[in-house]
């Protein structure tokens, strides 16, 4: 069966680390593995070595395995780089081995005069791993070169399609654009309204509806994100398998962007659906354990993302949501071994890094955080990675040291409010309040911002001496749909008995003085 939605790269670094965790399980304590020749295995050996060695070294264990060389009988024959090789490879996820495969079998293959459809499925395998492999420009011209060598509608829209995943995903910086990308789904969409064959039409036009509603989701026009999505189901039919895993997808996106839309109740029946067609299938769990949090069913959307951890293949999303349900709980210590085993999956991930190292702050695991934080040596920190730090210099006792990190960091991120309310915290701290106002001020560009900013506005013209604007600011505020904490906490400041140090609720909404 084709796959519609093929694996990520990192996917068989996931389903490494499962087979590990069964092997750490079943191994008997003190029992060294012993591997020969891995140079020249291929890359499931290889990473299953590597994630044996890294699993052991977070458990502070000694390495299961270990590297052998000497008098050992060498490797058999190389693994053919045939067809069945490649497709295989691409279905599992396999790509070192894909590219090599692809390698042989179009870049130096004399491509047929005339359609073939044996070199097309050849050739789209390899346009699939071209992408995973990040070189997806070249995906883009095997596309373009098969449509004007072969034309038809279907490598026509195949064309166009690749073209908008590369100007939507996967292309640089640069080039990432989703006007040109929606243009690219638009022609998609015409080219595939003249194929012959129905099946195959009614499933291409799904899958570009579907694509169309990515960009519209992107440019946070839900609504026809949405009315797309339900044209794609509308022209579906069930009938066949791969049919089948394109209505899978599109529920899930509905789904998706039923909960953005604060109708998560509706989107449980997609994902219902979605779950029972492949309960093996981590994506599901983790997105409907999304949806029972937004409606307030957190037992259950725990229990979703517990057993896609324990009984799927999954990255690390599943483990830092579920670090997020237990810290709501309380549950401290489990929800830093999910974030750490969250960073062994994937330790390139900011919004993880960035989660973590609030947590340790809170948690008071200053040293834990620093070493976290110190991890981007050499890199360009983002403007949440430089409050962090300041954030740590404050919790150290270090309000001067503080001031310069965020100083340093608006150096690199003029624009970023995160720092800015930064510094009108450490300025508060350091008893400069109008200078951190003026920061407040600058952050809310003349308007009203963020309940937990406008309640610092409030704090700090009281201690300006400006009691009337405060006065007016806070009713102002109250007047707003905000929390219970937040009313009590300006109350309080009016009443001048308020102290500038918030409640984990009021944290919950973002920086508080």
Same mark, same amino acid.
């Given at each position: 069966m084709n796959r519609i939605q093929h694996f990520p790269q990192r996917h068989l670094w996931y389903l490494c680390h499962a087979v590990a965790e069964v092997v750490e399980h079943h191994l008997p304590e003190e029992t060294l593995i012993e591997v020969c020749h891995l140079a020249e295995a291929d890359e499931t050996d290889r990473l299953l070595v590597q994630a044996l060695v890294e699993r052991a070294r977070f458990r502070l264990r000694p390495p299961p395995v270990r590297v052998v060389r000497g008098n050992h009988v060498e490797p058999g024959t190389e693994a053919p780089l045939d067809e069945a090789a490649l497709l295989d490879a691409v279905r599992l996820g396999y790509y070192e081995t894909a590219e090599l495969c692809g390698r042989v079998l179009v870049d130096e293959a004399d491509w047929p005069?005339?359609?073939?459809?044996?070199?097309?499925?050849?050739?789209?395998?390899?346009? !699939?791993? *071209?992408?995973? =492999?990040?070189?997806?420009?070249?995906? =883009?011209?095997?596309?373009?070169?098969?449509?004007?060598?072969?034309?038809?509608?279907?490598?026509?829209a195949s064309a166009h399609h690749g073209q908008a995943m590369f100007h939507s995903h996967f292309g640089g910086p640069a080039d990432l654009d989703l006007d040109r990308a929606a243009r690219s789904w638009g022609k998609a969409m015409t080219a595939a309204a003249s194929i012959a064959e129905p099946e195959l039409r009614a499933r291409r036009t799904a899958f570009y509806e579907n694509s169309l509603a990515l960009a519209h989701r992107k440019n946070g026009d839900l609504a026809t994100a949405l009315s797309r999505i339900d044209a794609g189901l509308a022209v579906l039919d069930r009938g066949g398998q791969e049919a089948l895993q394109h209505w899978m997808v599109l529920r899930g996106n509905r789904?998706? !962007?039923?909960?953005?839309?604060?109708?998560?109740?509706?989107?449980?029946?997609? *994902?219902?659906?979605? =779950?029972?067609?492949?309960?093996?299938?981590?994506?599901?769990? =983790?997105?409907?354990?999304?949806?029972?949090?937004? !409606?307030?069913?957190?037992?259950?959307? *725990?229990r979703d993302l517990t057993h896609a951890i324990d009984h799927c293949v999954c990255g690390p999303e599943a483990y830092v949501n579920r670090a997020s349900l237990l810290l709501a709980a309380g549950e401290l210590d489990a929800a830093l071994e999910d974030l750490r085993l969250a960073r062994l999956l994937d330790d390139s991930c900011d919004a993880t890094l960035v989660q973590?190292?609030? !947590? *340790?702050?809170?948690?008071?695991?200053?040293?834990?955080a620093a070493d976290l934080l110190h991890e981007w040596t050499g890199h360009d920190p983002s403007a949440t990675v430089w409050a962090l730090r300041a954030r740590l210099a404050v919790a150290g006792g270090a309000a001067g040291h503080a001031l310069a990190t965020v100083d340093a960091g608006l150096v690199r991120h003029p624009a970023s409010d995160v720092l800015r309310t930064e510094r009108a915290a450490v300025l508060h701290l350091l008893r400069r309040p109008a200078e951190a106002l003026a920061e407040l001020d600058h952050v809310c560009a003349g308007g009203e911002g963020d309940p937990v900013v406008e309640a610092n506005r409030v704090l700090l013209l009281v201690e300006c001496g400006r009691q009337h604007e405060a006065l007016a600011r806070a009713r102002r505020l109250l007047r707003r749909e905000v929390s219970d904490e937040i009313r009590s906490y300006v109350r309080d400041v009016l009443a001048g008995v308020g102290h500038p140090v918030p409640t984990a609720e009021a944290a919950d909404l973002g920086p508080v003085l």
């Open positions: 005069e005339d359609y073939d459809a044996d070199f097309h499925a050849l050739l789209h395998a390899h346009t !699939v791993t *071209l992408i995973a =492999v990040g070189r997806p420009i070249e995906s =883009v011209w095997y596309s373009r070169i098969a449509a004007r060598r072969w034309g038809g509608p279907a490598l026509r789904a998706a !962007v039923l909960t953005l839309l604060g109708r998560a109740d509706e989107a449980l029946a997609d *994902l219902d659906h979605a =779950v029972a067609c492949d309960p093996a299938n981590a994506q599901p769990l =983790v997105d409907r354990a999304t949806a029972f949090r937004a !409606v307030g069913r957190t037992e259950e959307a *725990l973590f190292a609030e !947590v *340790l702050i809170d948690a008071e695991l200053f040293a834990e």
